[in-house]
């Protein structure tokens, strides 16, 4: 069965708290020293690209609790972030940033893999299939105990540290500086599209455009604006943003995983 995809998406969760019910919560090196002069967890800037523009959202991955969203604590899909917030706001706690972060089945199983907390719920998917998520290659966005990286799937079993989380999608937007070979500079099709890409290993960088763009834009984006030599596409049309600084929550349609941070 193909994957159900509005462009396609990734699966991310929360921390696990019964077998139905997958929710990952983790905190990377919250002893490093706080953020300076800064009113929120999250810095959030502009950016336009070929006279599109783009809203960025930068995560030091050391510093923020970032977190992995798909079921409430019932099992049932949070489906926006409004459903995240009152389920925060029940443990004091509050979202400042949020995103749709990628491919999932009918069911919300993930397309590829995932891993959440240290543990694999998911398997690497190398299969060729019909859609963005098989346009080789593909890859992974994983975060461990060493940082943030992007990696070509073929690449992820080599990885040595210890895996706190990881995701798979596809395609690859730029990989080691260069864009993925079947983009079209003129390619006419054009929608709101979300990835991540990472400049560092301290940091990565969210995107979501805020007019329709194409696939070489938006790796171009990446590549020549936000300094990421690696970076991977999560969804597009459907691709949506929460912002506490910014007071927006987008509506437009019911998410399966969503990517945040909380304070």
């Not at 993930?110 to 694999?120: A, D, E, I, K, T």
């Not at 597009?236 to 990517?259: F, M, Q, T």
């Amino acid at each position: 069965m193909l994957p159900f995809y509005a462009l396609d998406r990734i699966l991310a969760f929360r921390h696990v708290t019964h077998p139905l019910m997958i929710n990952l919560q983790f905190c990377l090196g919250l002893a490093a020293v706080g953020l300076v002069g800064q009113a929120w967890p999250v810095e959030m800037t502009n950016a336009v690209i070929a006279g599109k523009r783009v809203t960025v959202c930068r995560v030091n991955v050391h510093k923020e609790l970032l977190q992995l969203f798909l079921h409430d604590d019932q099992g049932r899909p949070f489906k926006s972030f409004a459903a995240i917030e009152r389920g925060l706001q029940a443990r004091g706690q509050k979202l400042v940033f949020a995103m749709n972060a990628g491919m999932y089945h009918r069911d919300l199983s993930p397309v590829g893999l995932f891993v959440s907390s240290g543990r694999q719920f998911a398997p690497l998917n190398t299969r060729d299939g019909v859609g963005n998520f098989y346009l080789k290659p593909n890859g992974v966005f994983f975060v461990s105990e060493k940082g943030a990286r992007v990696v070509e799937t073929s690449e992820y079993p080599g990885v040595k540290e210890r895996i706190l989380l990881a995701t798979q999608s596809g395609p690859l937007l730029v990989r080691g500086g260069k864009i993925h070979a079947a983009f079209n500079v003129g390619s006419e099709s054009r929608v709101i599209r979300n990835g991540v890409g990472v400049p560092s290993p301290d940091v990565a960088v969210f995107a979501i455009s805020e007019t329709p763009v194409n696939f070489h834009e938006f790796a171009t984006l990446f590549r020549e604006v936000l300094h990421c030599p690696d970076a991977l596409f999560f969804d597009g049309v459907i691709s949506s943003l929460h912002s506490a600084d910014r007071k927006r929550s987008d509506k437009k349609a019911e998410l399966g995983p969503i990517i945040g941070v909380t304070e």
